[in-house]
């Protein structure tokens, strides 16, 4: 089972305890954006093998919206942080490259 902490309580908890809201770091367009870039935001979403950046919601605890990286294909996480943070922390960056050599923030940003 997949256990996430909780950046903002500090709680460790489960998947049940918490709630999946899909890939995190997304390019939000709101009014005046074309119709392709606002199709590309609701439907187009990354399903990776290996490295991925989630959203998360603590919705048996705090309530609060939070991302985790983690391994697709061992469910290894490396780390949570705010949601308001635009890119992951630099202790998370290097966990991910001690583990994946090659891997780049570029690529996901």
Known sequence: M????CP???VWA???ELHAEGEAHL???GPGSDDADFESYLFMRENPKGVHF???RHSNGCGKFFHAAR???TLEVFGTYPAQT???PQDI???ISAKQPGWSWRDFS
């Not at 997949?2 to 902490?5: A, D, G, I, K, R």
């Open 93 to 95: 960056k290097d966990k």
């Open 86 to 88: 635009l890119e992951p």
């Open 71 to 73: 391994c697709t294909m």
């Open 54 to 56: 989630e959203r998360w």
């Open 8 to 10: 903002y309580c500090g």
């Open 2 to 5: 997949l256990t996430l902490q």
């Open 14 to 16: 489960e998947e049940t």
């Open 27 to 29: 390019k939000r367009f």
